[in-house]
């Protein structure tokens, strides 16, 4: 399993970005799939989480702000991300437990993520 993010970049408060993460050794649409962050002398969070048959997780922090999603052609995982703020800034990473649920309705298993992407920087500044 391969994860590649990319769509990283600097932007000002309120703005937005798109970061993407393509797969390659699984079909994402039937895998859970993750967002996590990790900012400067913080432990790592996750974000948001998209299960095999589409349910989706939000952290508080970014609810109502990002949209995780799926596109199945390019069989990637998108992070649409609005309204950013200075504490958004941080690595963000892909990831998936690798774990075949085509059906299932649940993806926080935080611990469970297993695979891992390189990390996409975000900074939110003026």
């Known amino acids: 399993v391969e994860l590649v993010e990319s769509g990283g970049g600097l932007v000002q408060p309120a703005g937005s970005l798109r970061l993407s993460c393509a797969a390659s050794?699984?079909?994402?649409?039937?895998?859970?799939m993750a967002w996590f962050r990790q900012a400067p002398g913080k432990e790592r969070e996750a974000i948001s989480c998209v299960s095999g048959d589409g349910t989706t997780f939000y952290a508080d922090a970014v609810k109502g702000r990002f949209i995780i999603s799926r596109d199945n052609g390019n069989n990637s995982v998108n992070l649409q991300m609005n309204s950013l703020k200075p504490e958004d800034t941080a690595v963000y990473y892909c990831a998936t437990d690798g774990l075949f649920d085509r059906y299932g309705s649940t993806c926080n298993h935080w611990e469970k993520y297993s695979f891992w992407g390189q990390g996409t920087q975000v900074t939110v500044s003026l």
């Open positions: 050794g699984l079909t994402v649409r039937y895998y859970p």
